[in-house]
């Protein structure tokens, strides 16, 4: 039933990138996925879209808030902002994240045998 | 709450995320812009950028929905917009679906309301009837039994007895009989039943003198007072005496009651013994005492009474019965539930028949299937959106069926005999009702859904996106759609013998020699009061002097009085002993239907005496008393004797008095043939009839034989009786074709019902054979074709098409007789003379059923015979 939007990235991934992003200042969608291409060179390619499904989960699980207000282009703008629930739990998917790479890495990594 | 606030907000949510994504499309928009491209340019490729922004904007609300509920109710409006879009299909199948919810909903009312609601009084369950019984067979109470009962019994509340009775109420001088019940003071009180106006009877008023007070139903009040509210302690003259009016009932139930009028049930010292029985008695159990509890009471009860008074109680004890359905006879209530049986037959059939619809569609559908599941619907999805439509459609068709059980229900309720269901039933479609209704809608829309659903889900796309492609999923629906129709067929034919059963026990109850002529008589009652007489003497006096004006009315052959009529009983049972055989134990006598009746009574009902000879006028109270058996009594206790040279000992009645006389030889002069005395059913009985004039009664059924229609002399007759007597009225004045008439009513009930469902059903299965085999012929077209275009005729297309339909036809019979033979077993108690294989019922049933098949299937055959050859191999 799900369509699977962040195709090419793992489950949650596109949830976390949001968060950490969220973390350094509140932004509003556009915002949001113009600095998440930006930051990743556009070595990601997701589609500008598949942010509002994963940002209305978050809001959902409350893990951030989201506001009206006007742009400074004088635009009228929901501004996402992390709340102390969505702290928490970025920490955790990073901490979990960075196992999981160190992990990956190892397994990559050429080996002695 | 918080799904609440939830849905609340969810509106403000979605519009909330389309305002955002237009924005976002603006900005990217004009970002472009300001990189020098065009503004058409630049919005298509935001929207690039952007994805697919109604399926993101769904997804992205998907978040807030309760995933599979929602979806599957997006599933069934758009299953409704289909329908509209075939509203032929969708009419064929909504009222197919709409006869059988209908009929089931109609019919469940009369379940619940007769048989299942609760009674209308406060705490239903501790009311209860209280019976005495002996020998396993309950019966009547005996006064001086109900008032030790009630004065030794610690299980109930309270104990109130009755009896029914006529009342002659006497209005402007105009006499009219007024069924009566004659009640312990306490009753309505005790019952639950509120009064409208005025008071219950005083615990004082069940005494002789004090009991000349009254109650009325609100319907005798409003027909024969007007409603006047100053009813209340006025006089009404019932029998020619005063009572005071002391309380009207309420509206509504108690209306339905047998009687309409109440007086207080005073004993008479004479009245208070043990050996007469002609009680009614019920009770309240006191709380949280069990139906258990009061039984193991009332044994205490009884045998203590019996040690008390052992001549006439030894051996007899109480039954307590629920109050709920006491009344009701064992047949109506296997009626009814039969009934709702044969009802649930249709609506499985029509379920079947909507399914074959259904598959037929969805081998129509096929591309869109094909197409929605290359677009990634998974068959789990399809499954659900299939059986959505299905469920779109028994919704609409369970509305349609409410309104025509609505329908149904008022012809039923006309067609109910009356007084066959409790008068506490009130039959309408109520809440509990429409849940069933519901439920039978749902169990529908999922039954004749998910065959279909599950076939169209399993959908080979290759196949289905090629054109004209024919699949092997397209056969494998056909053999579905065939099994359907041998299923339909055997349902059919299990439900069709089932109602031939119906009409063949009722056609024979409808032939069968009742033993005297039913046409040309008219009859009635006159309910006169023993006190009236002063001796048996005054009694014949009077009987003759009206009779003899009733014979001399122009066009009246003979008139006869007796203590009973046919088959709405004698004078009940007498014990008895045949002289010169051992006398036994007085108590351990055998009985025997008993009547006294004047001389023209076997004249005037046509009842042949068949050795011997009949009553003479010369046989009178100080003749020598003489008395005709019938054949079950000659056959049962004069075997190997003359008959006629027998006498019969039976105690002389005394009028007015429930004890019997001191015993009398009669002598028996003559042999009767059988009459069904004791109603159509009763046979094999035997019976003793005696002069009237020899053992008068005073309240007597009066019988004349008349030249033309026995009901045009019914006025003639009531100004005859007036003329005699101006206070006195006829009580059921009927015909005796109209007795007849009417005790054959919860026969003709059940039969008209059934033949009705069972016709249903045969349409039903033949549209259903239909309809696969028209179907079968279309997707066959182009192998026809190639048939006749290799020299086939088209004789041999018509009969290989027939051939088809047949076989499925008869596979269907025979898979239904073993049905029809459970269905037969099931039914052979409430029958009259069945067996549960009735060859004649079955064998006819079975050939309408095929004969229909026939008919049904030559229209495709026929059509297929007309295939021309170039047209159809043209045709792909």
Redesign the interface.
């Known amino acids: ?3 699977d ?1 962040d195709r090419d990235l793992f489950p949650g991934a596109l949830e976390m990138m949001i968060l950490r992003t969220l973390k350094r200042q509140p932004l509003h ?2 915002a949001l996925v113009q600095h998440i291409k930006r930051t990743s060179n556009d070595l990601l390619q997701i ?4 942010l ?2 994963a ?3 978050l809001l ?1 699980a409350e893990l951030v808030k ?1 506001d ?1 207000s006007t742009s400074a ?1 004088n ?4 501004i996402y902002k992390l709340t102390a629930a969505g702290k928490k739990h970025l920490e955790r998917q990073v901490s979990s994240f960075e196992r999981m790479i160190e992990g990956i890495t190892r397994v990559l990594a050429p080996g002695e045998s | 709450m918080n799904w609440l606030k939830q849905l609340t907000s969810r509106q403000k949510q979605y519009s909330e995320l389309s305002e955002e994504i237009r924005e976002h499309l603006d900005e990217k928009t004009e970002e472009l812009i300001a990189t020098g491209m065009s503004r058409q340019d630049a919005a298509a490729a935001a929207r690039r950028e952007f994805g697919n922004v109604s399926l993101i904007e769904e997804d992205s609300r998907s978040v807030w929905r309760w995933a599979s509920v929602e979806q599957f109710l997006s599933d069934v409006r758009f299953g409704f917009r289909i329908l509209r879009k075939n509203s032929g299909f969708a009419a064929v199948a909504i009222l197919t679906l709409a006869l059988g919810i209908g009929a089931n909903t109609a019919m469940f009312s009369v379940v619940y309301g007769a048989l299942l609601s609760p009674l209308p009084y406060p705490n239903p369950d501790q009311l209860v009837m209280v019976w005495s019984k002996t020998n396993g067979h309950r019966n009547s109470v005996s006064a001086g039994d109900f008032l030790e009962w009630k004065r030794q019994n610690s299980a109930f509340q309270d104990l109130v007895a009755w009896s029914g009775g006529s009342f002659s109420l006497s209005i402007a001088g105009r006499p009219e009989i007024i069924h009566a019940r004659i009640t312990s003071p306490g009753f309505f009180s005790m019952q639950g039943i509120p009064l409208s106006l005025g008071r219950d009877f005083l615990p004082e008023e069940a005494n002789v003198g004090a009991n000349h007070v009254a109650i009325m139903t609100h319907s005798l009040w409003l027909d024969r007072f007007g409603g006047d509210p100053r009813i209340i302690g006025q006089q009404i003259r019932l029998n020619g005496e005063s009572y005071t009016v002391v309380g009207i009932l309420s509206a509504g139930m108690p209306d339905r009651f047998e009687s309409y009028l109440f007086v207080p049930l005073a004993f008479t010292p004479e009245q208070i013994n043990h050996d007469v029985r002609w009680l009614a008695v019920m009770g309240r159990l006191k709380t949280g005492v069990t139906l258990q509890q009061a039984n193991a009471d009332m044994d205490a009860v009884t045998r203590r009474i019996a040690g008390d008074f052992p001549a006439s109680n030894k051996g007899w004890t109480a039954s307590v019965e629920p109050l709920k359905n006491d009344f009701t006879s064992r047949d109506t209530i296997k009626d009814l539930w039969l009934l709702l049986g044969a009802v649930a037959f249709v609506l499985l059939i029509a379920c079947v028949n909507v399914a074959n619809l259904l598959l037929s569609r969805a081998t129509m559908r096929q591309k869109e299937v094909a197409v929605r599941s290359s677009l990634g619907a998974t068959r789990c999805q399809l499954f659900s959106q299939f059986l959505a439509e299905s469920l779109a459609l028994a919704l609409i068709g369970g509305a349609v069926g409410i309104a025509l059980a609505w329908i149904l229900l008022r012809v039923i309720v006309v067609l109910l005999p009356p007084f066959s269901i409790p008068t506490e039933a009130d039959i309408h479609l109520n809440l509990t009702v429409l849940l069933f209704s519901l439920a039978a809608t749902l169990l529908a829309g999922i039954l004749c859904g998910s065959a279909p659903a599950w076939q169209s889900s399993r959908c080979n796309l290759s196949d289905a996106l090629k054109e004209g492609g024919r699949s092997d999923s397209a056969a494998g629906r056909h053999g579905l759609r065939k099994t359907l129709v041998v299923v339909e067929f055997a349902l059919a034919l299990a439900l069709l013998a089932g109602a031939g059963l119906v009409i063949h026990s009722f056609w024979k109850l409808t032939r069968v020699d009742f033993g005297f002529r039913q046409d040309h008589v008219l009859t009635f009652f006159l309910p006169i009061q023993a006190d009236r007489f002063s001796n048996p003497e005054q009694i014949s006096a009077f009987y003759r002097r009206l009779l003899d004006r009733i014979e001399a009315v122009p066009g009246i052959s003979s008139a006869a009085a007796s203590t009973g009529l046919p088959i709405l009983g004698s004078f009940g049972s007498v014990p008895f002993t045949i002289a010169g055989q051992p006398a036994g134990d007085a108590a351990a006598r055998p009985g025997t239907g008993f009547s006294a009746v004047t001389p023209e009574y076997f004249r005037t009902f046509g009842i042949q005496i068949t050795e011997g000879r009949g009553f003479s006028e010369q046989d009178v109270a100080n003749g020598m008393p003489v008395a005709i058996v019938n054949e079950t009594f000659a056959k049962k206790y004069f075997s190997g004797v003359d008959p006629l040279a027998q006498r019969v000992i039976v105690d002389q009645l005394i009028p007015g008095s429930p004890r019997a006389g001191s015993p009398i030889e009669w002598r028996v002069i003559g042999v009767s043939h059988d009459v069904r005395n004791g109603g159509i059913h009763d046979q094999g009985f035997s019976e003793i009839a005696v002069p009237f004039w020899q053992s008068p009664w005073p309240n007597a059924g009066v019988s004349l034989r008349t030249a033309g229609d026995p009901a045009g002399v019914r006025n003639t007759i009531a100004a005859v009786i007036q003329s005699v007597d101006s206070d006195l009225a006829l009580d059921q004045v009927r015909t005796m074709d109209q007795i007849v008439h009417e005790s054959l009513a919860g026969y003709r009930f059940a039969t008209v019902l059934f033949a009705a469902f069972a016709a249903v059903a045969l349409v039903l299965a033949a549209i259903g054979i239909y309809g696969v085999m028209s179907f079968a012929v279309a997707q066959r077209t182009h192998e026809i074709g190639l048939r006749m275009a290799l020299g086939a005729d088209s004789r041999h297309v018509l009969v290989l098409v027939l051939r088809e339909g047949m076989l499925l036809a008869l596979a269907g019979l025979v898979l239904g007789l073993g049905g029809a033979y459970f269905v037969g077993r099931t039914m052979n108690s409430v029958l009259y003379e069945a067996s549960a294989i009735d060859p004649l019922a079955v064998g006819s049933v079975a050939a309408v059923l095929f004969l229909s098949a026939v008919v049904a299937c030559y229209l495709p055959a026929h059509r297929a015979a007309q295939v021309d050859p170039m047209i159809a191999l043209h045709h792909e």
């Not at chain 1, 589609?47 to 598949?50: D, K, L, N, P």
């Not at chain 1, 635009?75 to 929901?78: E, G, P």
């Open positions: 039933m799900k369509k939007n969608g556009y589609e500008e879209g598949s509002y499904p940002l209305q989960r959902k989201a009206w282009t635009r009228r703008v929901r």
